[in-house]
């Protein structure tokens, strides 16, 4: 075969046709044509498998091997260029697109006639022998072909694609075939997990699964989604977190225990929030914050170096020095340094208050100066933090359940990690003190309650740790926001195979 002989002048391109047609015109001839198949006993539905034996970049990477020798591929036709007797085609499968060349003399005439009369979308089997055509290009030659499945919808136009934001996150199935970069976001979200996995592993850390169902609305911050179980005649919790149980394992004796997890937090959604998300939530025995802080440090670096192949990456325009060391800060040192504001000239929660009156930020009645404190990180803080940073020693107030600070029991032994101004995970010196947990689960389910929430201390966690639990390190960091970083993808949306959508009415 000579590309020369063939009239390019007579080449069509049915992808650009397609699109100047109405929808439902081709939605119309797409059905007779599948109705006029099973007419001749030709139903593609009715077929149950096709040995394809090669994927498209297998043989653009192996060409040298494989030129020359027969093949069997499949996948869905992307663009056709039908020139009477010979035509080209392009057929996308999971590995991406090549080019096959078609002739009536090879297939048949009776074949080739069915073929002009497929669609793009179609999905084919198609075997050949592989060669490069003049213009360099590597193509399948083709020797038989056969019709897999009929696409009864048109696919989105060739040149523009599939562009509405929302209909490409509800359609997330046309996103994928019709725009490359999208599948290829979700290939590095699974290698990023698959690497967290290995890291950790290599640790001696055992993965476990824990509950997602739970009987008690316990008083952490976040709001459940509530169902009811008809047997128990119950009503239970989508879980707000994995970490309670994971340190009841802790205490069984599981020095090191991780869990990729599902949860469900019933609030508000934005370029960084769904209502459910996939967080990695890790503890160690026998360790503290600065080991979680070293041990996160090496795995972010780590996970930069494999799937952007540098620490050196950009998100959003915006350069992020990935490698180490990170700047450590605590939350006092953090917010003088960007508020000018000092928390030690503070003599007590009525002066705290007066500092905030003054610089304009906001508080709720009751204050102490912990939340205060708090409170100024998030006006002046946050948004400061843009290379990684990690910020430690939080007010005991906003942190049930990390232990206390030694030297200064106003703070805890917890850090939260920055990157682009986003906090990125949280970990704790576990407090391991079962009065002092009880304490303080009391004080947070009360605020809850006060606030209508049916917040509960949970006694048996309270009783888990009564038998001891060593000094441990946990950390927790959302899967999600990490691979929104290492995909330059600026929505949480954009790294949900299926996101949260309102149904359309």
Not at 22 to 29: A, H, K, L, M, T
Not at 58 to 77: P, T, Y
Not at 198 to 210: H, I, N, P, Q, W
Not at 239 to 244: D, K, M, S, Y
Request: net charge negative.
């Amino acid at each position: 075969m000579e590309e020369k002989n063939i009239p390019n002048q007579n080449i069509e391109n049915e992808a650009a046709e397609e699109s100047t047609e109405n929808f439902s015109e081709q939605v119309r001839i797409r059905r007779e044509k599948l109705a006029a198949l099973r007419a001749e006993g030709k139903d593609p539905y009715q077929i149950t498998k096709y040995d394809m034996d090669t994927l498209a970049n297998q043989i653009k990477e192996d060409f040298d091997n494989l030129e020359g020798k027969d093949v069997a591929i499949a996948g869905r036709i992307m663009s056709r260029r039908i020139m009477g007797k010979a035509s080209f085609c392009d057929i996308q499968d999971g590995s991406g697109r090549i080019q096959t060349y078609i002739r009536r003399d090879d297939i048949g005439e009776e074949v080739y006639a069915e073929f002009k009369k497929w669609d793009i979308g179609d999905i084919v089997g198609l075997s050949g022998s592989v060669f490069r055509t003049q213009k360099g290009e590597i193509s399948v030659h083709a020797k038989s072909i056969k019709l897999l499945s009929k696409s009864l919808l048109p696919l989105p136009e060739k040149w523009h694609g599939l562009k509405d934001q929302d209909l490409r996150y509800r359609q997330r199935y046309v996103d994928v075939i019709v725009n490359p970069g999208v599948k290829d976001t979700f290939i590095k979200r699974s290698q990023i997990l698959s690497e967290v996995r290995k890291f950790l592993d290599a640790r001696g850390y055992l993965e476990v699964d824990t509950p997602v169902l739970h009987t008690l609305e316990i008083g952490a911050a976040a709001r459940p989604f509530i169902t009811h179980h008809n047997t128990l005649d119950i009503d239970m919790y989508l879980r707000i977190e994995t970490e309670l149980y994971l340190k009841r394992l802790i205490v069984g004796g599981f020095d090191r225990v991780y869990e990729v997890g599902r949860i469900f937090r019933n609030e508000g959604m934005d370029v960084k929030h769904n209502p459910e998300f996939t967080s990695v939530e890790l503890y160690q025995a026998y360790t503290d914050m600065y080991g979680m802080m070293d041990l996160i440090e090496e795995m972010y670096i780590m996970l930069a170096e494999k799937i952007c192949g540098t620490t050196q990456i950009t998100y959003q325009g915006t350069p992020i020095n990935m490698a180490g060391p990170w700047e450590r800060l605590t939350m006092r040192e953090a917010v003088k340094k960007y508020s000018g504001v000092d928390y030690n000239d503070w003599a007590d929660d009525e002066a705290a208050r007066a500092a905030a009156k003054e610089k304009h930020v906001e508080f709720e009645d009751g204050a102490t100066k912990g939340d205060i404190l708090a409170a100024f990180f998030d006006a002046y803080v946050e948004e400061n933090l843009i290379q990684p940073t990690f910020i430690y020693e939080y007010p005991v107030e906003i942190s049930p359940l990390a232990k206390r600070n030694a030297e200064n029991p106003a703070f805890t032994e917890r850090f939260e990690f920055f990157i682009y101004a986003r906090e990125m995970g949280n970990a704790f010196s576990e407090l391991n003190d079962p009065i002092d947990q009880r304490e303080r689960f009391e004080k947070q389910a009360a605020a809850k309650r006060a606030q209508g929430a049916n917040a509960q201390v949970d006694n048996d966690f309270i009783n888990a740790l009564e038998y001891g639990m060593p000094p441990t390190g946990g950390l927790g960091f959302g899967l999600d926001r990490l691979v929104m970083l290492l995909t330059d993808s600026p929505s949480i949306r954009d790294v949900l195979l299926f996101p949260t959508m309102k149904p359309l009415e």
